[in-house]
């Protein structure tokens, strides 16, 4: 079969090589995956296994690798997955070989820092208002890779554009559903790690499952309100990149944010982790976003508070356990 789409997945780290290579395995799609690295991306190509990202998972031989820019000039979906705060750089950098109407997803879980601003809108900003799109939602790149079972959520303002995507970009193991919503998807993707690294705390300084579960549910009262205030629908906290994705990243030890929350509980954190940690960046960030917008975000604040080290986590605890009594 011809491939009838032209998919590019920019950013070759464990989850752009992940969603590259479930999607290269569709004779529908032409998918490439583009890096920065050449040594890397010719390396991919020769052994068709990134072992620095997803160690044992072989990838696909249809899909195809470059360090080139241009190698997105025919793409009709452009997927950026880096980091959240390189998310303006990488934009600026490729927007020249940008086909018109190509359409363009930020899969990254995060709020830029210098603005607080959502990704899309970042994306928008860079990209000269062209509608971006957002992918988030519970799901592990070595998980996707390995080709289990995963949904996530592609949400963009246009319902139209949202549809198309999820059925551009679903495949038998790894499902999309549309959203309109890209307020609620897109801080429910960011806030999640920030409670993730909560949920760390709690599993490393030993305070209890009880205590877990009590930060997943009220945690997700925090993303509603916040949802609620910056024109988003509170219900998409109770979806997949809300509520699902919290429970995910809040239990797995598969998570990165999690692993630093307990590092941080166990008082082991020693500042210096070479591994993306999207929340240790979207605390204050969104503790910020929370005072501007006049929300009460008491767990996010307690999670800045600990990592910028203004709060240890005796008085966290007192902090959020004394707080006036109030209904549910
Ligand atoms: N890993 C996962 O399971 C999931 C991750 N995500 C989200 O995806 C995003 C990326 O995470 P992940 O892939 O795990 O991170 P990794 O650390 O594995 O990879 C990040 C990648 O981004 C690349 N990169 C960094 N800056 C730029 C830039 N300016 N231009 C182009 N590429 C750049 C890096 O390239 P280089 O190596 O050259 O520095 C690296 O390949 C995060 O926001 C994360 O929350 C979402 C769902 C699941
Ligand atoms: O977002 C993720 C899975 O949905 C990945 O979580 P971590 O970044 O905490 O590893």
């Known amino acids: 079969m011809t491939p009838s789409e032209n998919v590019v997945v920019i950013g070759a780290g464990a989850f752009g090589t992940a969603l590259a290579a479930v999607m290269a395995l569709q004779d529908r799609l032409k998918v490439t995956l583009v890096g920065r690295n050449p040594a890397l991306m010719s390396d991919l190509r020769d052994l068709r296994m990134h072992d620095g990202a997803l160690p044992g998972v072989p990838l696909p ?163 509603s309100r916040l949802v609620d205030r910056m024109g988003g629908k509170a219900e998409t906290v109770r979806g997949l990149s809300g509520l699902g994705d919290l429970v995910l990243t809040g239990t797995s030890h598969q998570s990165r944010n999690l692993r630093y929350g307990i590092a941080l509980g166990q008082q082991t954190h020693n500042g210096g982790s070479s591994e993306l940690v999207e929340g240790a960046f979207a605390a204050a960030v969104a503790a910020d976003l929370g005072r501007r917008q006049g929300v009460d975000l008491p767990i996010t604040n307690a999670v800045a508070d600990i990592i910028a080290e203004k709060l240890a986590i005796p008085e966290a605890v007192e902090r959020l356990m004394t707080r006036p009594i109030t209904t549910e």
Request: net charge negative.
């Open 61 to 223: 031989d249809a899909l195809e690798f470059s360090a080139e820019p241009d190698a997105i000039s025919e793409a009709d979906i452009v997927l950026f997955v880096m980091p959240s705060q390189a998310q303006a750089d990488a934009a600026r950098h490729y927007a020249p070989y940008l086909k018109h109407d190509a359409a363009v997803v930020t899969c990254a879980k995060g709020l830029e820092r210098a603005s607080g601003a959502l990704l899309t809108d970042v994306l928008e900003r860079e990209l000269s208002g062209r509608p971006a799109a957002a992918l988030s939602g519970p799901g592990f790149a070595a998980d996707i890779a390995r080709g289990l079972p995963t949904a996530m959520t592609i949400a963009a303002r246009d319902a139209d554009l949202a549809e198309r995507l999820a059925q551009s970009l679903s495949t038998p193991t790894f499902r999309l559903y549309a959203s309109a919503d890209r307020v609620g998807v897109q801080l429910g993707g960011a806030l999640k790690n920030v409670l993730a690294i909560a949920c760390g705390i709690v599993e490393g300084a030993g305070l209890g499952e009880s205590a877990r579960a009590a930060l997943i549910s009220r945690g997700l009262a925090e993303m």
